[in-house]
């Protein structure tokens, strides 16, 4: 269970709706390893397209916002220097491309947002703008992008390189990527240049498309783009960066931040100072939604619900949590002493917001290697949030109220059980108080969290600039 909570509230203010999304792999293990052995769980049915609908299914009954699905390149070896541990307990690996399920998970559903993880170091920003702009239409704009630049010598040498990035950097290049694929979203295509002009035999009309020039340090791009704009144009951009560059990365671009910690101590500062640096460059700060890591175990009573977490913690892996803390931060803890506490080291390139965590961002927090791996062993390095539903619905409030995220990226013991536990009891309680949807509002994503008539970007993101007939301009918009 969490730490106790202190809230920060404005008097008077009326109380803010909370967001959530379902945060899963396509993979046996996500951020709950042992789990997959419960009887209740079907982990180990990632590889059915059925499981990922009826998933679909599940989240929409409850009114989740999204579903944001993780994934890596990494075949997560640095624990004991070889991927046969995490392959032994299915540690992350192996896992499927979350995108290739989106489809048939939009066809069973209506409202249901999908946020896809995708690496802008790892594929050319060319084709994997159309295969963005053919989801959005497919989804009739429900579309999101989880902008990752990796963080694992494993995936670094998967597609070819000799070395890992160094972290800084690899923001560096993505920056560029997002400026290519703005360029073809934004700038190509006018909107009205697809006519569909029957009587006089035009599809489209030239003149309104235009070819993307991009000749970048790390990329180069030179052609329209391959599809006519989408409901968004560009998808609602998630990002997932908590170190200082990639708070600076964030502030720029995410509409969306995924953000994971143990405690609000460790979360709130994140959350304060990138709004502090998105409002620096002319951007709204409450326009960019935090969603913060945590896992829900609700039954109809208290006792209920501390029965199952003790049945869940009878099939935890504390080995397992560690195989998958040492991908995520390049630190070998297979080496280390149970009870020595963690220290932080910057010479890690792997995921540093991660290694801060449960190291220097909570000075009045020692944890140790033993701690931290029971911690991580039920819904990751997020709170667990165990009771009845007006109990969880209280741990959330008073999380939400002391960190300044707008909601949550919910992980699982077991899923989709936890999922449909939370839609069940938790959302009903929370609809409640006020602080949960009634329900879907129409449109696209973007107008489902932002309102009516704001499928597109606003004119504040850098996006913008690359429209054609901007003012501002930029130096490789789209001519």
């Not at 769980?41 to 409850?62: C, F, I, N, P, V």
């Not at 694992?152 to 597609?159: L, P």
């Not at 959302?427 to 509002?441: N, S």
Request: aromatic share 10%.
């Amino acid at each position: 269970m969490s730490d106790k909570i202190t809230t920060q509230t404005v008097p008077g203010a009326a109380p803010s709706q909370i967001r959530v999304n379902a945060f899963a792999m396509a993979a046996p293990v996500h951020h709950s390893p042992g789990l997959w052995r419960h009887p209740d769980d079907r982990s180990l049915e990632y590889t059915s397209l059925e499981y990922w609908t009826g998933l679909a299914q599940t989240l929409e009954r409850g009114k989740f916002d999204a579903l944001f699905i993780a994934d890596s390149m990494a075949s997560n070896d640095v624990y004991g220097g070889t991927y046969h541990a995490a392959l032994k307990v299915g540690a992350q690996i192996p896992k499927l491309d979350p995108i290739v399920a989106v489809s048939a998970m939009a066809r069973v559903t209506e409202h249901l947002g999908f946020g896809v993880t995708s690496n802008a170091l790892y594929e050319p920003p060319y084709p994997f703008a159309r295969r963005m702009s053919t989801l959005d239409h497919l989804t009739k704009g429900r579309i999101g992008w989880n902008i990752v630049t990796g963080h694992t010598t494993s995936g670094a040498r998967a597609v070819g390189e000799k070395a890992l990035t160094p972290h800084d950097q690899r923001y560096d290049i993505a920056d560029e990527y997002l400026d290519a694929v703005y360029a073809l979203w934004e700038g190509s295509w006018d909107d009205d240049a697809a006519v569909r002009d029957r009587e006089n035999l035009v599809f489209a009309d030239p003149a309104k498309i235009r070819p993307v020039v991009h000749r970048g340090q790390y990329f180069q791009v030179d052609a329209i783009h391959l599809s006519e704009p989408s409901p968004q144009r560009t998808p609602v951009l998630f990002q997932a960066g908590a170190s200082t560059r990639g708070r600076a990365f964030a502030a720029r671009h995410a509409e969306c931040i995924f953000v994971s910690g143990p405690t609000p101590a460790v979360i709130a500062p994140v959350v304060a100072d990138t709004r502090r640096r998105a409002a620096a460059l002319g951007r709204e700060p409450r326009e960019i939604l935090f969603f913060s890591m945590a896992t829900v175990i609700v039954g109809a009573t208290e006792e209920e619900a501390r029965e199952k977490l003790a049945d869940y913690r009878r099939y935890i892996n504390p080995e397992a949590a560690l195989i998958l803390f040492s991908g995520w931060t390049g630190i070998d803890f297979s080496t280390w002493d149970l009870d020595a506490p963690i220290r932080f080291d910057d010479r890690t390139q792997g995921l540093v917001s991660a290694l801060e965590a449960f190291s220097i961002a909570d000075p009045n927090r020692v944890w140790t290697v033993r701690e931290l791996a029971e911690h991580n062993a039920i819904g990751g390095r997020g709170p667990v949030f165990v009771g009845s539903p007006e109990q969880v619905a209280d741990q959330i409030e008073a999380w939400v109220d002391a960190t300044d995220v707008d909601g949550l990226n919910l992980s699982y013991a077991v899923t989709p059980g936890g999922y449909a536990d939370f839609g069940t009891y938790v959302v009903p309680e929370l609809q409640r108080r006020g602080r949960f949807k009634a329900d879907y509002a129409p449109g696209t994503l973007r107008e489902k969290l932002y309102g009516p008539g704001r499928s597109r970007l606003p004119q504040t993101h850098p996006a913008s600039g690359f429209r054609h007939g901007a003012a501002d301009g930029a130096q490789r918009r789209a001519v």
